[in-house]
Nanobody, 124 residues
Framework: QVQLVESGGGKVQAGGSLRLSCAAS????????MGWFRQVTGKEREFVAA????????DYAGSVKGRFTISRDNAKITVYLQMSNLKPEDTAVYYC?????????????????WGQGTQVTVSS
């Protein structure tokens, strides 16, 4: 079993940067592919980025490509989301999630484990 805890959220002005961290527990973390999602109240959870278990493959939503970078450190059992040039529309609760297969990683229901989320607020 994998437990995930996000941190690093906060309030920032448009154009600013934040780095989210997702600390995992469990010796099998390196076997899991990881994703970041975000959700605004009243809307569906939205895919942001994904990274394979080895870190060799990544993918991003079109809305964040070129601004966000996902990475992982298996030694520290942590996955990161570096967010730059933030926009007000990036405001949401951000969640990290883990799944065994690097397939259908855009789909929230495909993930096995979820963190509790961290709020990101971007003001104009």
């Amino acid at each position: 079993q994998v437990q995930l805890v996000e941190s690093g959220g906060g309030k920032v002005q448009a154009g600013g940067s934040l780095r989210l961290s997702c600390a995992a527990s469990g010796r099998t973390f390196s076997m899991y592919n990881m994703g970041w999602f975000r959700q605004v109240t009243g809307k569906e959870r939205e895919f942001v980025a994904a990274i394979s278990w080895s870190g060799s493959s990544t993918d991003y939503a079109g809305s964040v490509k070129g601004r966000f970078t996902i990475s992982r450190d298996n030694a520290k059992i942590t996955v990161y989301l570096q967010m730059s040039n933030l926009k007000p529309e990036d405001t949401a609760v951000y969640y990290c999630a883990a799944k065994r297969l690097y397939t259908n990683y855009h789909v929230p229901r495909e993930y096995d484990y979820w963190g509790q989320g961290t709020q990101v607020t971007v003001s104009s």
